[in-house]
């Protein structure tokens, strides 16, 4: 880092040349209005590499043919905002509905999608409900893939250790059942349990490109507040392709800052931000 070191100021042309190229290796959208996000996002590259013009960083994003100065573009422009139990209502539509349909379906198993699951949070709630509705399983097979575009963030949530004073609104009981307490150099910190962590299959998945390598069908997919980044058309290809990844009585979640009134052809609101794949639709 150089001493003295100050932001450069970013040009029209700049900022075009890496919306563009966020856009082409993400499909993440970023409006003019986004300008200031861009700079504050990437200007400790600039910094951290000692250079001082945002047309010079993009030339070393370019020239590095091993790609890993790209990742760190997108690591850093995408946005990680999460919490334990975030949208509880999708919890508990998840113990009291999703999964006593499936018993009566005569399932023994439930294969679940978290698709931008940033730190992990998600997951783990996902995890932890299932695992107090079926009673520690008890011959179910229980998968969950969770995926995000952020290798960084990827890394945090396969750890599965959270600061215990970001969990405050994860009841006590629920740590103390699914957490084991940091001691020493972990002081502070919960680590889920590795029955839990076992559940998870965190993979790197960019939802804008063509192969996502996914076969799996899914009881459900949770997809919250990530298509809000993409365009209009961003966000139907994906959509489409995250529900044709459902089974034929899978439900798909979205954010509450969502609304996928526009996909009636092929899903059903079941309740707000929770839609059930219409019987019929072509999968993929």
């Known amino acids: 880092m150089q001493a003295g070191w100050?932001?450069?100021?970013?040009?029209?042309?700049?900022?075009?040349?890496?919306r563009d190229l966020i856009r082409a290796q993400t499909g993440i959208h970023l409006g003019d209005q986004k300008r200031h996000?861009?700079?504050?996002?990437?200007?400790?590259?600039?910094?951290?590499l000692g250079l001082d013009s945002f047309s010079?960083?993009?030339?070393?994003?370019?020239?590095?043919?091993?790609?890993?100065?790209?990742?760190?573009?997108?690591?850093?422009?995408?946005?990680?905002k999460t919490s334990f139990f975030r949208e509880p209502h999708h919890s508990e539509f998840l113990r009291s509905r999703l999964i006593p349909e499936a018993r009566q379906r005569g399932q023994n198993e439930l294969r679940i999608w978290s698709a931008g699951c940033s730190s992990g949070e998600e997951p783990y709630s996902m995890a932890i409900t299932v695992a107090e509705a079926l009673g520690k399983f008890h011959g179910w097979s229980v998968r969950i893939l969770a995926s995000d575009i952020d290798t960084e963030i990827l890394g945090r949530a396969r750890a599965g250790r959270y600061a215990i004073d970001?969990?405050?609104?994860?009841?006590?009981e629920r740590v103390r059942a699914h957490f084991m307490r940091g001691f020493g150099e972990f002081e502070g910190l919960a680590q889920v349990r590795p029955e839990l962590q076992r559940m998870i299959d965190f993979r790197q998945i960019n939802l804008s490109h063509p192969d996502w390598g996914v076969i799996e069908r899914f009881d459900a997919v949770f997809c919250r507040n990530v298509i809000i980044y993409f365009d209009r058309p961003t966000q139907q290809r994906i959509v489409e392709r995250l529900a044709g990844r459902l089974k034929p009585d899978g439900y798909f979640f979205s954010g509450h800052s969502e609304n996928l009134h526009w996909l009636r052809h092929l899903l059903d609101p079941v309740?707000?931000?929770?839609?059930?794949?219409?019987?019929?639709?072509?999968?993929e």
């Open 6 to 18: 100050s932001i450069p100021d970013i040009t029209n042309a700049e900022n075009g040349r890496f």
């Open 37 to 48: 996000l861009l700079v504050a996002r990437l200007a400790q590259r600039l910094k951290t």
């Open 56 to 80: 010079t960083y993009y030339d070393y994003v370019a020239a590095d043919k091993s790609g890993a100065e790209l990742r760190q573009v997108i690591n850093r422009i995408t946005t990680n």
């Open 166 to 172: 970001t969990m405050e609104g994860v009841p006590a």
């Open 271 to 283: 309740e707000p931000t929770v839609y059930r794949l219409q019987k019929g639709a072509r999968s």
